[in-house]
């Protein structure tokens, strides 16, 4: 219920989701553990945001000086941009002496904290200082280009219609990340080689592989989903290219042997591993399955990229939709058409024990680092 609640959110391009302070702190903890200068004498853009109900703003500002940013710089979209109708704005908008009844529906806001405006001794969220953008706050905007462009790192929950773009818009101008997207933008053509060439990699992510979101579409949050007045998305995970520890720590695997004498999963223990027809490679379908020993190459399921140590294995590339074709999959022979009707060339397939031609899920591909 939940992710089809999520696609018609992003249907009606009104997917904004607002995180859980929790996740952030959890996530940008793991950077601080291996860099604890990771934020020194940087300026982060917290573009995509909502600086009055954002718990990426609230957590910057608070933690402001602790991390020695140099500057903390936070957008919004316009309300009218967001297609929400039941509205009003904020006590502490209207009371504000900046306050304007017009720009407040059509216009972004930006929220800049880089000094000790009160006067009380520290920097945190009480000195956050606030104005009309001049436009809607479109991230693809000249306006937001050029806050983009002044920043050393961009943190946000983009909107998920718009994940593409936004990746394209941060690789174009060459800065640091970190943001949430759903594990199938790893398929992306636009995504996907930046993770071949390591370029940019999963985060520690959100325990249990999904987490909850505060959702401005008022339908998904229901108590159905697990947490009052929240929606439950899973396969979310943090895209960085940002270094943490558990990135470098090598899978525990057991032997191809020892896999099929004593694995957990039925698909292999007392069994031989497939191999697929049309491509070089054996089917992996669990993570924690992987033959440790064997060199050929193996397909393996997109939750890979959740342990991928660099230093481990190599990634040669996906085969989802029609990308196989590239990697120099066989076409499959016309006459299977007949058992299995989904077939179609650049998708790996193998024969079951009944003869019949099945697709896996989607695979990335891998192997062992030489």
Same mark, same amino acid.
């Given at each position: 219920?939940?992710?089809?609640?999520?696609?018609?959110?992003?249907?009606?391009?009104?997917?904004?989701?607002?995180?859980?302070?929790?996740?952030?702190?959890?996530?940008? @903890?793991?950077? #601080?553990?291996?860099?604890?200068? =990771?934020?020194?004498?940087?300026?982060?853009?917290?573009?995509?945001?909502?600086?009055?109900?954002?718990?990426?703003?609230?957590?910057?500002?608070?933690?402001?000086?602790?991390? +020695?940013?140099?500057? #903390? $710089?936070?957008?919004?979209?316009?309300?009218?941009?967001?297609?929400?109708?039941?509205?009003?704005?904020?006590?502490?908008?209207?009371?504000?002496?900046?306050?304007?009844?017009?720009?407040?529906?059509? %216009?972004?806001?930006?929220?800049?904290?880089? %000094?000790?405006?009160?006067?009380?001794? &520290?920097?945190?969220?009480?000195?956050?200082?606030?104005?009309? #953008?001049?436009?809607?706050?479109?991230?693809?905007?000249?306006?937001?280009?050029? *806050?983009?462009?002044?920043?050393?790192?961009?943190?946000?929950?983009?909107?998920?219609? *718009?994940?593409?773009?936004?990746?394209?818009?941060?690789?174009?101008?060459?800065?640091?990340?970190?943001?949430?997207?759903?594990?199938?933008?790893?398929?992306?053509?636009? =995504?996907?080689?930046?993770?071949?060439?390591?370029?940019?990699?999963?985060?520690?992510?959100? /325990?249990?592989?999904?987490?909850?979101?505060?959702?401005?579409?008022?339908? $998904?949050?229901?108590? +159905?989903?697990?947490?009052?007045?929240?929606?439950? =998305?899973?396969?979310? =995970?943090?895209?960085? @290219?940002?270094? %943490?520890?558990?990135? %470098?720590?090598?899978?525990?695997?057991?032997?191809?042997?020892?896999?099929?004498?004593?694995?957990?999963?039925?698909?292999?223990?007392?069994?031989?591993?497939?191999?697929?027809?049309?491509?070089?490679?054996?089917?992996?379908?669990?993570?924690?399955?992987?033959?440790?020993?064997?060199?050929?190459?193996?397909?393996?399921?997109?939750?890979?990229?959740? /342990?991928?140590?660099?230093?481990?294995?190599?990634?040669?590339?996906?085969?989802?939709?029609?990308?196989? /074709?590239?990697?120099?999959?066989?076409?499959?022979?016309?006459?299977?058409?007949? *058992?299995?009707?989904?077939? &179609?060339?650049?998708?790996?397939?193998?024969?079951?024990?009944?003869?019949?031609?099945?697709?896996?899920?989607?695979?990335? #591909?891998?192997? /062992?680092?030489?």
């Amino acid at each position: 219920m939940a992710n089809t609640n999520l696609a018609n959110a992003k249907t009606a391009k009104n997917d904004e989701f607002y995180t859980q302070y929790y996740d952030i702190q959890t996530e940008i @903890n793991a950077y #601080l553990e291996y860099n604890p200068n =990771v934020f020194r004498g940087k300026t982060v853009l917290l573009p995509c945001d909502d600086p009055e109900w954002s718990n990426f703003t609230k957590f910057f500002a608070q933690n402001f000086e602790t991390f +020695g940013l140099k500057k #903390l $710089i936070s957008t919004s979209y316009a309300v009218e941009s967001k297609r929400i109708t039941d509205w009003q704005p904020t006590l502490f908008e209207t009371e504000s002496p900046y306050f304007d009844v017009d720009k407040t529906r059509t %216009h972004g806001k930006i929220y800049v904290l880089d %000094h000790d405006a009160n006067a009380n001794g &520290r920097i945190d969220i009480n000195d956050l200082q606030w104005s009309y #953008l001049e436009g809607d706050g479109d991230f693809r905007s000249d306006e937001v280009k050029a *806050l983009r462009d002044e920043s050393d790192i961009i943190i946000t929950n983009p909107p998920f219609s *718009l994940f593409r773009e936004f990746v394209a818009w941060i690789m174009e101008a060459n800065k640091q990340f970190v943001i949430i997207g759903h594990q199938n933008a790893v398929s992306y053509k636009e =995504v996907f080689p930046l993770i071949k060439d390591n370029l940019i990699w999963f985060g520690v992510g959100f /325990k249990g592989g999904a987490t909850h979101f505060i959702s401005s579409y008022q339908d $998904i949050a229901t108590a +159905g989903n697990h947490i009052e007045g929240m929606i439950r =998305v899973s396969g979310v =995970v943090w895209f960085t @290219n940002i270094d %943490h520890g558990r990135r %470098h720590e090598p899978l525990p695997l057991m032997t191809m042997e020892d896999n099929i004498l004593y694995s957990k999963h039925k698909e292999i223990r007392g069994k031989s591993y497939i191999h697929y027809e049309n491509y070089d490679a054996i089917d992996v379908p669990y993570t924690d399955a992987i033959p440790i020993d064997y060199e050929g190459i193996m397909g393996v399921p997109k939750s890979f990229l959740d /342990k991928y140590c660099p230093e481990q294995f190599e990634i040669v590339g996906i085969a989802e939709g029609d990308s196989g /074709k590239a990697l120099g999959l066989k076409p499959y022979p016309r006459v299977l058409k007949k *058992l299995n009707p989904s077939l &179609r060339d650049g998708q790996l397939y193998y024969i079951d024990d009944e003869g019949i031609p099945q697709k896996p899920y989607a695979r990335i #591909l891998i192997r /062992k680092k030489q």
